[in-house]
Structure formats: structure tokens, C-alpha cells
């Protein structure tokens, strides 16, 4: 779905770094998801926001953080990057506030942490 | 917190066969159930969903049935097809975890022709 966007699609990174990854919408959603997917475990939620002022972690933000710079765009940032936090991590939007509804996905990036 | 499980982890069946993968989920407040494929190397996108005040929903060859006193849903296949050959995961979503989605692992399905 082009009107989700992240970047990059793929980093390759040492441990103790700084990284950011972004994620960019044209869809109006005021909801955005960020998930991390590893084989054989699915996508876990690492923090969502409702909008530019709503925050909120989810099953695994430790070592994780987030900025919702705008309506469209929310950045994931690995303050300290360490080898387990390699895995393929996706954005998603979503647009009712009301009840829950079809999330649409980034691509992904794929990151890994040497 | 919500939990998902999904069963089988990876099934294969011949084409023109039907294909059920089974989820069960722990949270009574879970209201709304999407089904996502993700083919490979590509980002999951939604086939099917289904809201608790549902009990079946069709789609052409994809069907999804809902249980909520025994907390399970089904995804069903129907004459399959080898482009049907992808990862399936089942999801779970509450107000209480501000609708986000809780994942099953995921069950990788593949038709063989």
C-alpha cells in the first residue's frame, strides 16, 4: 500500500548505535502502530499513538522509543541498538477512533543490529 | 494482556482442498478479529474480518467463523489455489489495548499443485 511508506527498507547497524526509523502516511489515519516481526513469533505491538499527543506502549517498548512529529508521521528510535532488536519492523495506520478496524501496513524495514 | 494462540504453525494441502487454521484468544473484551496473509517478503494485508456480533462471515472462497463463549475463530479456505501459498496470521483487538492488534505466530500454508 504506497500511501504508508517507511525508511529505510533495510539498515545495517553495529551495537550501542543510535537509529531511527520512519514512517510516513497519506491515508489522514490518526492512528499509527509500530511492530516488530520475528520468525515464528508473528508482530508484536511496540508502541502505538491515537494522535500527535497520545503515546502509549505496548507489549514490548523496553529499549524502544517514539515521536509522533505530526498527523503523518511516526518515528521508532533504538537509543542503544543491541543484536536482538534485529528483525523486520513495520508501521501501520488505521483510521476509526471509535472501534477497532483493518490496520494498513508499511513494507517494512528490515534492521539488523551486528 | 490479550493472548493469541494459532494453530497449526504450518500446514500444507493439495490444491483444490480446503484449509482451517484455528485461533483461540484469552481476552472476553477482544471484539473485533481480522485475518492477515503476508506473502513472502511482502507487508501482511487484510483477507477477512469479522466483529464479535458476528458469528460467520464470507468472502468468495474465504470464510471466517466466530465462538465467543469458547473465545475461538476459524479461517477457512475453500478450493484452494497455489497463490493461496503464503503466512496467515489471525489477530485479536479490544478497547482495552486501544485497538491495537494481537497477533497469533502465524500459520504458513503451502498448496502444492
Known amino acids: 500500500d504506497a500511501d504508508v511508506t517507511q525508511t529505510p527498507r533495510n539498515r545495517i547497524t553495529k551495537t550501542g548505535k543510535r537509529i531511527m526509523l520512519e514512517c510516513s502516511q497519506t491515508k489522514g489515519h490518526d492512528r499509527m502502530y509500530w511492530y516488530r516481526q520475528d520468525p515464528g513469533l508473528g508482530l508484536r505491538l511496540i508502541y502505538y499513538?491515537?494522535?500527535?499527543?497520545?503515546?502509549n506502549k505496548g507489549e514490548i517498548s523496553d529499549g524502544y522509543s517514539v515521536s509522533r512529529q505530526a498527523q503523518a508521521k511516526f518515528s521508532l528510535s533504538l537509543e542503544s541498538a543491541i543484536p536482538n532488536q534485529t528483525a523486520l519492523y513495520f508501521c501501520a495506520t488505521s483510521d476509526r477512533a471509535d472501534r477497532a478496524d483493518e490496520q494498513f501496513f508499511g513494507p517494512g524495514t528490515r534492521l539488523t543490529v551486528l | 494482556g490479550e493472548n493469541v494462540e494459532q494453530h497449526p504453525s504450518t500446514l500444507s494441502v493439495q490444491e483444490g482442498d480446503s484449509a482451517v487454521i484455528k485461533c483461540t484468544y484469552s481476552d472476553s473484551a477482544s471484539n473485533y478479529f481480522p485475518w492477515y496473509k503476508q506473502e513472502l517478503g511482502k507487508r501482511p494485508q487484510l483477507i477477512i474480518d469479522?466483529?464479535?456480533?458476528?458469528g460467520e462471515k464470507k468472502d468468495q472462497r474465504i470464510a471466517v467463523t466466530l465462538n465467543k463463549t469458547a473465545k475461538h475463530f476459524s479461517l477457512h479456505i475453500t478450493e484452494t489455489q497455489p497463490e493461496d501459498s503464503a503466512v496467515y496470521f489471525c489477530a485479536a483487538s479490544s478497547s482495552n489495548s486501544g485497538y491495537a492488534l494481537n497477533f497469533g505466530k502465524g500459520t504458513s500454508l503451502l498448496v502444492t499443485p
Open positions: 469479522i466483529r464479535s456480533n458476528v
Open positions: 499513538s491515537f494522535d500527535v499527543k497520545d503515546i
